[in-house]
């Protein structure tokens, strides 16, 4: 089992940036793919972005490439997602997400990931 608390969200402007932070407890958070999925009101949850259990690896939805930045501190078990350039379309709950991985393979469907955050609100204003 792993838990993960999910932190950082916040209301910003637009061009504004934020971080966001996965903490991980439980078992070796090292051994997990991590993922930063959103979901805005009305709309279905999607994928933002990925990475590899080594971190060696990210992946990211069209929509932030360039934009985000996601990286891992195994060492302190924690996740990360770094927000530049944010837009108003960025508004969503953004929720971190886990699943146990053999491989430099980034899942982009929530269905396959085992674990998730509780959610942090991101509020990007015009």
């Known amino acids: 089992q792993v838990q993960l608390v999910d932190s950082g969200g916040g209301l910003v402007q637009a061009g504004g940036s934020l971080r966001l932070s996965c903490a991980a407890s439980?078992?070796?958070?090292?051994?997990?793919?991590m993922g930063w999925f959103r979901q805005a009101p009305g709309k279905e949850r999607e994928f933002v972005a990925g990475?590899?259990?080594?971190?060696?690896?990210?992946s990211y939805a069209d929509s932030v490439k360039g934009r985000f930045a996601i990286s891992r501190d195994n060492a302190k078990n924690t996740g990360y997602l770094r927000m530049n350039s944010l837009k108003p379309e960025d508004t969503a709950i953004y929720y971190c997400?886990?699943?146990?991985?053999?491989?430099?393979?980034?899942?982009?469907?929530?269905?396959?990931?085992?674990?998730w955050g509780q959610g942090t609100q991101v509020t990007v204003s015009s």
């Open positions: 997400a886990a699943y146990l991985s053999t491989s430099t393979v980034i899942a982009a469907a929530p269905v396959a990931y085992n674990y």
């Open positions: 439980g078992r070796t958070f090292s051994r997990y793919a």
């Open positions: 990475i590899s259990w080594t971190g060696g690896r990210t």
